[in-house]
């Protein structure tokens, strides 16, 4: 049973518009939050992370929002550029914990 | 450069064969991990480990054997291959305690294909 699910599979987006990624979990002892993006044939990396204490953190276009209550977070992009077209995940870590859980993925296109 | 090094970039195993992936970090982080990416589940964690000598399952630890010797290095072992272990695999490190905050290093991956 997947603890951490992205339900949409892929996004399509016009340069310069807002990308808005979706991610919900279902174990409530997660306490922290991360985005990660990654390209074909590389590793992930890091893009923003927020604390289960918060409901929003940013830096630059991105922008993550948490809603506790209802196990949601999602991830804006705002201007949405070509060069964020990747696979984005949504990560959770429980307290004092080292564990990643991961979700699917969703693959965000940019149209020029 | 500084960051986390997979070896071989890609594999082609025959069902039963053993082989070691390779992974090392060059940035003394005592937290080290592997993780297989396949089509639609994400990324599921194979074993970690907090510091040299010490290892842990993680949540599809079957086939796979780990060991840590040193803080650089954290070698995944296939004993023997199986279809089912045709995967992406990618090793992560990081300082102990900021993952949270700052997220854990990926190396570049290893492309594994089982026949």
């Known amino acids: 049973d997947q603890q951490v699910k992205q339900n949409s599979p892929s996004l399509s987006v016009q340069e310069g518009r807002i990308s808005i990624l979706n991610c919900d979990y279902t174990?409530?002892?997660?306490?922290?939050f991360l985005w990660y993006k990654k390209y074909p044939a590389e590793g992930p990396t890091f893009l923003i992370s927020?604390?289960?204490?918060?409901d929003k953190n940013e830096d630059g276009r991105f922008t993550v929002f948490l809603n506790k209550s209802a196990k949601h977070l999602s991830l804006h992009i705002v201007p949405s550029q070509p060069g964020d077209s990747a696979v984005y995940f949504c990560?959770?870590?429980?307290?004092?914990?080292?564990?990643?859980?991961f979700g699917g993925g969703t693959r965000v296109l940019v149209k020029p | 450069n500084a960051g986390v090094t997979q070896t071989p970039k890609f594999q082609v195993l025959k069902t039963g064969q053993s082989m070691t992936l390779q992974c090392a970090q060059d940035?003394?982080?005592?937290?080290m991990s592997w993780y297989r990416q396949d089509p639609g589940m994400g990324l599921r964690l194979i074993h970690y480990?907090?510091?040299?000598?010490?290892?842990d399952q993680g949540e599809v630890p079957n086939g796979y054997n780990v060991s840590r010797s040193t803080t650089e290095d954290f070698p995944l072992r296939l004993l023997s291959a199986a279809p089912s272990q045709t995967s992406v695999y990618f090793c992560?490190?990081?300082?102990?305690?900021?993952?949270?905050?700052?997220?854990?290093?990926f190396g570049s991956g290893t492309r594994l294909t089982v026949v």
């Open positions: 992560a490190s990081s300082p102990p305690g900021t993952g949270r905050y700052y997220g854990y290093t």
């Open positions: 174990n409530s002892m997660f306490d922290y």
């Open positions: 927020i604390s289960s204490i918060k």
């Open positions: 990560a959770a870590l429980k307290a004092a914990g080292n564990k990643l859980t």
């Open positions: 940035m003394n982080h005592e937290y």
């Open positions: 480990s907090v510091g040299a000598g010490i290892t």
